[in-house]
Structures are given as C-alpha cells and as structure tokens.
C-alpha cells in the first residue's frame, strides 16, 4: 500500500488522552471523535489537516488508556497513518486490530520538517522525503501482524475460524 | 531453564511445554472484562462478527464504572447498550447502580480474579490483578470482542524485568511510593512490552492493598503486566473469596529476566510525581511551596479501605484547608459500608470532604470532580497527563493517600510529617 500525505511532528510520549481526551469518550461514533483528534497536543490539529495526512510520534506514542477510541478517531479525521519512534503496547496492537496503518522508523523524526509531504510504500518498506532526495526504512511488521492487515482486522481474522 | 510466572502462566493457558519471550501465542483467557466505555464498541464488534453467544456468561465481567452515576445523555445511552447486552446474554458479572465499584478495586475483593488466571480487560488497568499472581493485562475494545467470542486472544510472550526490594519503609511510605519511585526511575517506557515483576523482603510484607496499588501502575511504565509471586499474604487474601479453583505459579529460581534491579526501599521517602507524566516523581519534602485546589482521596490505585483508613488518620479532627475541594471515593460499596462502620465516613465529612459513590470519574476527567483552567489537584490516582482531570490548562500531582489527606489540610503539597 501507498499512503502519501504531509507529516504533522509530535514528541515524546503522546498519551491517549492527548490524542482523544476522557471527556469525549461519552460516544463511540467515530465523526464525532474524530472532531477532537489529538485536541490536547494540538488544539488546532483537526483545522490544518488534510485527507491523507499522516502524524508522525517521538516515542511510546499512544501510551495510557486502552481506549481504542484513540486510533478510532485518528481514522476516521482522515489521517492515512502513523509512524512513531516506538508505539505503547496497547495502542500497538489495536491499531492492527482495527484497521489503522501504523509504522516505526527512528530516522525519520529528526530528517522532516512540519508539514513536509512524504510517501510510505509499505509493501517494499520504505518512506521517501523532499521527491526522492531522501528515503527511510521502515521496521518489518512480524508475520503475524501482517496476516491481521490481509484480514482486514483481527474481528475478519477470527470471525472465519468462528463461523467456520 | 527455568521460567518466570508470568510465562508459566502463559504456558498453561496456551497448553504449551515450552515457551519464550517474542513468541506467538494463542491462551485461553479466564476473565474478559469490560466497562461503559469500551464495551459498547466491543459489543458492536462482537455482533459484526456474527457473535451470537458469549463463551462463557461466567467469564465475561461487565461494570459500568466510568461515566456513572450517568453522566448525560450519551452515557446513559452506552450503559444502556452494554446492560441490554449483559441482559440477553445472561453475564453472570454484571454491575452497575448499588452494586457497581471501581471495577479493579471490585473483581479482587469480589474473588472473580484469582491467582493463576489469564485475565484480559478492555482498561489498561487491567494490570492490577498481577498482584494477586494473575497474568492480567490492558487490551483495546477489538480484543475484548475476540476474547468475548472465542475465549482465546493472541499474546506475545514477554521479556520479564525483576524489581527487587529490599530494606524496611519509612514512616507512611506506601506501595503507590514504591510505584512512583520505580517509574521514576525507569520512566514512562522503561519495561515497554515487558512484565513487571516485585520481589524482595519488603514485597514479602506488603499487605494485598499496597500489592495492587503497586500493580495497578505497571503500565505507567508501558508494561504489559505487573506481578507478584503469590505467597502466604496472597492466600489469606483470596482463601475466603475464591468460589473456584485457583493456582499458586512460582518464578524459577533459574528463570531469565531481561533486566534486574535492586531498590533499597529504606531510603525511600514519600513520593510526588509531576505534572505531566507519572514518571516526574519527587520526594514529598522536596516538593516546594506548590498551592493546591482540590485533593483526590479514591481510584483503582488508592480507593481500598486501607488507604481510606490513612487518610482517616490523617483528616482526625483536622479540615481541609478552606480553598481546596476534598474529594473522597470509596472504590466499592463493600469498602464504602466498612468505612462508614469504622468512622471514617464521619471523619471525612467533619474535614469538610464531599464523599462520592464509586466512579471512576474525576480520574480521568470524566465527572465529579473536574477542574479548572489552571487549577491544580494532588491525587491518589494513577495519571497526569496534560488535562486529565479537566482543562488542559489543569494540573495534576500523583501521591499516596497520606500525602493526598496530608496537602488537603494545609492547601499545598505536604507530607504528612509536616503535621506531626
């Protein structure tokens, strides 16, 4: 898959309340949460945004809260995906349950500026910055991770050994 | 080789002989437990799978505890739709109105999470219930939805980290400081994807309550789960509560750890962690003229009897300083009776204390207890992170239940030596 957008820079540590605050967790309608994506890190983030756009995390981006409400309404704002330094563990894994692209890369942090468009190519592995002058690699997804992405979800991935 | 419990435990519920860290496995859960909150999208899950029946109506806890006494309209509208749920499918667990509690102050005190168990909850909490010698770990609303379902879930089996601590506790030092200074020390991530696992001669005579307080917190530091290796403490605690079977899994003394750390808890004074991560712990003496507007006496962390005892100790005959809001969360209805046979009750509201019936909710910002633009709250919760309880322009300070009671009285942060 191809995912092209400009990249939005966070920091370290981006927390789930950060991304979507408790106070909007009175719902689990998707537009409506994608309303308040990532309001307390960037109260002006949901305005500059553009379909396709990507967030780029420091490290441990999506640590605290389980809720999946977090990667919930960063897709449904229209983000194409995230790459982070590294992922909090629950975060991590819901993003592959439900259906959000999220990738590692370590090097891209510092090489990007705010806004700077970049293209992720995951099939061959690799982020290309400024038209081609720079490209990144990104870290393998493990085998099993990738079977849960060709499911469509880890609901698609059980609901064939459950109804079969 | 040996293994760790939390791999033992992981062995077992995968019926597995061998097992490593990074492995794949497939376990059987014992306990899947949701809240008003993730379990609407879990329940929404579950049917688009074409769920029809739960595995198991014994094994699937549901507590409304977040948003509740509802909160508004949309949250009566998510208890709603996970009652009705609860309702047809017949969930054996089920608690909301009288009976609800802060749901990992009430699944120990209630015996439904024993020792042995692989519990998964859709609240990164979850982790509290290693303190009983349980693999109990955080998942999203998806995972709550497979486990629901199948009564199996995915897992990757991880490294372990052993924290060993030694030496006796100061005066009013508490497993919430050994926590604090522990995170402290490694931060935020510092056993990310990895089992936390306490051990030491000052373990060995921490009571049940510090114990899961202590647990609670493992995922402050991004673990996946954090766990004691149950022993006579733990067998007092669950011998009159279990109503099934339960497992005392032992670490072997040859089992490998990723890192191994030791504490000398005897220098360890009162902890504060900072605004914004719970990882910015300091010592209570050091913490400097810092104004408060509202103390948080509650939670999963700290909202058991013992710690409401502490604080009661404190509060005797004292008020809380005219400008600060004292905000006292009995975790259970148990714990709620018990405190108000003791005294406790009395005590509080003498000090000028609103007492809340069990919620979840000034933690996380959600109701009872919200804060202002600037305003600052010392807790006995688990996180403060930028707007936790309230505005993001709000600040939150994580303490033990002395602390909390200790700068309620004198309107700034404070250790309770101060009011010696």
Redesign the interface.
Known sequence: MIFQGRVWKFGDNIDTDAIIPARYLTTSDPQQLALHCMEDADPRFVGKIKPGDIILGGENFGCGSSREHAPIAIKAAGLSCVIAKSFARIFYRNSFNMGLPIFESKELWPAVNDGEEITVDSTTGTIIVSGGRKSFRINSIPPFMEQLIAAGGLIKHIAKKYNG | MGNTITEKILMAHANLKKIEPGQ?INAKVDIALGND??A??AI??FQ????KNVFDKDKVVLVLD??TPN??I??AE?CKLVRKFALEQQITHFYEGGNVGIEHALLPEAGISLPGDLII????H?CTYGALGAFAT??????L??AM??GEL?FKVPQSMKFVISGSLQPWVSGKDLILYIIGRIG??GA??KAMEFTGDTVDKLTMADRLSMANMA?EA?A?NGIFVPDAVTREYVEKKAKRKYTFYLSDTDAVYSDIMEIDAGKIEPQVAFPH?PSNSRNVSAAGNIKIDQSLIGSCTNGRIEDLRIAARILQNKKAAPWVRLIVVPATPAIYGQAMEEGLLKTFLDAGAVISPPSCGAC???HMGILADGERAIATTN?N????M?H?GSEVYLANPAVCAASAVLGRLAGPAELA
Not at chain 2, 48 to 51: F, L, W
Not at chain 2, 121 to 124: M, Q, V, Y
């Open positions: 794949l909150v993730t609407p999208i929404s899950e688009k799978a074409g769920g977040h948003f909160k508004d949309n949250s998510q909850g859709a609240d990164s979850t955080g998942v999203g609303s998806t995972d939805a497979a379902l199948t995915w935020v991530d990310l994807y995922i991004g996946k991560l996380l910002g959600g996180r992170f930028v707007g936790r309230g993001p």
